[in-house]
């Protein structure tokens, strides 16, 4: 065996893909309605209010800047004859199942620390299954393009399982219940309650995670000073961090964009259906762009088409549905492109950081990244709810022209501008496909060597071998 052959192993098959990112449905059935219908059911039905939720909804994102890297940690640290990251995926479903029960079905008086609570419960088993299961993923393989077919699968799975949950509200709809947003908002949490444990299982059964080797030692001042002088790991942190921002004021305004400014009523939750759709059906046109064009410029060109299309928000006219649905399918397009290209990106970042400090640290930079995201995500939705008090405008109320024009722009703008951002970083990302190969021959080798080693010492010294219950040679 050559040094590098383990880099060119045989490609995943399909439906070993499929059954790893199974569970990417319900953790996208559960993600999409914490940040697009949650604070608005909170807010309005609940009576919150816009402040008090989305200053909730930013602390708990901001809970995560804490769990995330301690439990990245763990992660790759505990390892149990299952591997290192399924049986925290396993842990994860009890958690899990509790809090999304009390969250989308809240049981008694609804308050501030009810919504503090089990908001913050969620999100501890959230990111043991996310981190768990994205860190798996990008030990499936180490090959650069097979690593983005990992990802890509994922992303098809939880766009899938989001077009299922934004279909639940039509089908409730026609059953005219008496309370007709808890009854979208429970559909979606039994949803997810129903599908988790299925979907868990399917993946912990048909997958095995790949071997990796135990992580040498490094003293933990070396090891930070590596990870802060890891110029990859900056790049792709700082796109993250000011992606998440963007996404998360598009998200979290975007029910009221469709109901308040666009008149749409009914086609809201069509529109966000069909965005998703569209996202589906362009995951194979991303897959070969960014293989003919690499990673990292393909990122930087989905950006850089957000900047461009996200302003026809300002000239659709309210009550015309054919021209938002147009405008979304064209949104859609490009929509799965930044997040698996970021994560099959950072897989590469692991490669490189292990190169460098020999650890396997997986877990804590699929950490990171999620951190990033969600402090964007969290400062977005406070800011933009924040905002909205400020221009005046109140959901499903009476709004002046000012108001319904502010909410478009606090849409619209900082979107805008923050993707051309996210462009200009990633285009000048400094690992591509070569770098990448180069530090996979040197991974192979250790791991040969490693072998290699182990053979010579088990033939040199059989009884030591047998005494640790390893079978001598």
Same mark, same amino acid.
């Given at each position: 065996m050559s040094a590098?052959?383990?880099?060119?192993?045989a490609p995943l098959s399909r439906w070993t893909l499929l059954a790893f990112a199974f569970p990417a449905a319900p953790i996208s059935a559960m993600g999409l309605p914490l940040v697009v219908h949650l604070p608005p059911f909170y807010?309005?039905?609940? $009576?919150? $209010? %816009? &402040?008090?939720?989305?200053?909730?909804? =930013?602390?708990?994102?901001?809970?995560?800047?804490?769990? @995330?890297?301690?439990?990245?940690?763990?992660?790759?640290?505990?390892?149990?004859?299952?591997?290192?990251?399924?049986?925290?995926?396993? %842990?994860?479903?009890?958690?899990?199942?509790?809090?999304?029960? =009390?969250?989308? =079905?809240? /049981?008694?008086?609804?308050?501030? $620390?009810?919504?503090?609570?089990?908001?913050?419960?969620?999100?501890?088993?959230?990111? %043991?299954? &996310?981190?768990?299961?994205?860190?798996?993923?990008?030990?499936?393989?180490? @090959?650069?393009? @097979?690593?983005?077919?990992? /990802? $890509?699968?994922?992303?098809?799975?939880?766009?899938?399982?989001?077009?299922?949950?934004?279909?639940?509200?039509?089908?409730?709809e026609l059953a005219n219940p008496e309370n007709l947003a808890a009854a979208r908002v429970a559909s979606m949490g039994w949803f997810v309650l129903i599908l988790l444990p299925i979907s868990v299982a399917v993946a912990v059964w048909k997958v095995p995670e790949r071997k990796a080797p135990r992580p040498e030692h490094v003293p933990f001042g070396q090891a930070v000073k590596v990870l802060i002088e890891n110029r990859p790991l900056r790049f792709v942190l700082l796109a993250d961090l000011i992606s998440g921002v963007s996404g998360g004021i598009v998200a979290s305004l975007f029910l009221f964009l469709a109901e308040d400014v666009l008149r749409l009523g009914k086609f809201s939750s069509a529109l966000l259906l069909c965005y998703f759709i569209s996202g589906v059906m362009f995951i194979p046109l991303v897959l070969w762009i960014s293989r003919r064009f690499g990673k990292h410029r393909t990122a930087a060109g989905s950006a850089l088409f957000n900047a461009i299309t996200v302003p026809l928000i300002l000239l659709i006219p309210a009550g015309h549905p054919e021209l938002a649905l147009g405008a979304f399918l064209l949104f859609g397009v490009n929509m799965a492109a930044g997040p698996f290209l970021f994560r099959s990106i950072m897989a590469d970042v692991a490669d490189h950081d292990s190169v460098q400090t020999k650890q396997t640290r997986t877990g804590l930079f699929f950490a990171m990244l999620t951190s990033t995201n969600k402090v964007g995500a969290a400062v977005a939705i406070g800011l933009s709810y924040m905002m909205l008090d400020v221009v005046g405008f109140v959901p499903g109320g009476e709004n002046s022209a000012a108001a319904l024009d502010g909410l478009r722009a606090v849409y619209v703008w900082p979107a805008t501008i923050i993707s051309a951002a996210v462009a200009l970083i990633l285009w000048r990302f400094p690992l591509d496909e070569a770098q990448q190969k180069a530090n996979r021959e040197i991974l192979d080798r250790r791991m040969l060597d490693a072998a290699a080693a182990a053979v010579e010492t088990r033939t040199l010294h059989p009884g030591d071998a047998q005494s640790s219950g390893a079978p001598a040679d």
């Open positions: 590098g052959m383990a880099g060119r192993e807010a309005g039905s609940l $009576g919150l $209010g %816009l &402040t008090v939720v989305g200053a909730i909804f =930013m602390l708990a994102r901001f809970w995560d800047v804490i769990t @995330d890297p301690v439990l990245g940690v763990v992660s790759d640290r505990f390892e149990t004859r299952w591997g290192r990251r399924r049986h925290w995926i396993v %842990l994860s479903v009890p958690i899990m199942m509790l809090s999304v029960y =009390m969250i989308f =079905m809240p /049981q008694g008086p609804v308050t501030a $620390g009810y919504l503090v609570f089990w908001l913050f419960v969620l999100y501890v088993g959230w990111t %043991l299954l &996310t981190i768990s299961h994205i860190s798996w993923g990008a030990e499936l393989t180490p @090959d650069y393009h @097979d690593r983005s077919r990992v /990802q $890509g699968a994922r992303e098809l799975l939880l766009i899938i399982g989001m077009v299922c949950v934004l279909a639940l509200p039509a089908v409730i």
